[in-house]
């Protein structure tokens, strides 16, 4: 089971910022919440993660409510080759270690336009 | 190499073959790991190596289904006796010990034919 849900498909302006929203309201307190991104007929890339403050890297920036039930990934300057199905994904492994698998559910679709 | 390498990158089969879908991971990463994406579908977890065994299996759906990595690096998924359902994009990955970032190679298109 995924454990969180996300919009279907979003729309975005080329140079502004792209919000996608996630809600993941079971997430325990050793669950990390990850995203990682589809480019059509590529592998999923990861893009950034966190616990329960917000982080922020050269892709994105993540930001995670206080009550850790849901977050919110942002693209600050969205371009064309951020169109992409982005996943929202909590660890679920049960020893709290970082490794094992992944529970990608459907993502949202992100469409950049110009 | 740079990145997980996945060869075939396409692979047609006809009902019933056996076929071998190859993984190489980045050096270094003890971590491997098989997930199938039908289309439309997010990625399906099939099953996770720490070093030379599956430390989890759970998610191969049965037993045509069979996965190898026997010096810790190179990995083959095996399906015996394959069926239309089967096909599907495989995708393989590979992370360091930490399991920050894994990274995913392109994947093999199976057709089943």
């Known amino acids: 089971d995924a454990k969180t849900t996300q919009p279907t498909s979003m729309d975005c302006a080329e140079g502004r910022a792209a919000n996608l929203p996630c809600n993941h309201s079971?997430?325990?307190?050793?669950?990390?919440v990850y995203w990682y991104r589809q480019i059509h007929s590529q592998g999923p890339q990861y893009i950034i993660h966190?616990?329960?403050n917000n982080e922020t890297n050269e892709m994105a920036s993540l930001i995670i409510t206080e009550d850790r039930k849901s977050s919110t990934l942002i693209l600050p300057h969205a371009t064309l080759r951020d169109t992409a199905v982005y996943y929202c994904?909590?660890?679920?492994?049960?020893?709290?270690?970082?490794?094992?698998?992944?529970?990608f559910g459907r993502g949202t679709q992100l469409t950049v336009w110009p | 190499g740079a990145g997980v390498s996945q060869t075939p990158s396409n692979k047609v089969t006809e009902k019933g073959k056996y076929v071998e879908l190859r993984c190489d991971p980045i050096?270094?990463?003890?971590?491997l790991y098989w997930y199938r994406q039908s289309l439309g579908q997010g990625p399906e977890f099939l099953i996770y190596?720490?070093?030379?065994?599956?430390?989890?299996d759970s998610g191969l759906p049965n037993d045509r289904f069979f996965a190898v990595r026997p010096e810790g690096s190179v990995s083959t998924l095996k399906i015996q006796r394959t069926e239309r359902g089967d096909s599907a994009v495989y995708l393989c990955?590979?992370?360091?010990?930490?399991?920050?970032?894994?990274?995913f190679g392109s994947g093999t298109r199976l057709t089943v034919v």
């Open positions: 966190g616990l329960k």
């Open positions: 050096s270094g990463h003890t971590a």
């Open positions: 079971t997430i325990s307190g050793n669950e990390y």
């Open positions: 990955a590979s992370s360091a010990s930490d399991g920050y970032g894994y990274t």
């Open positions: 994904i909590v660890r679920t492994d049960s020893r709290g270690s970082t490794l094992g698998r992944l529970y």
């Open positions: 190596f720490q070093g030379t065994g599956a430390a989890d």
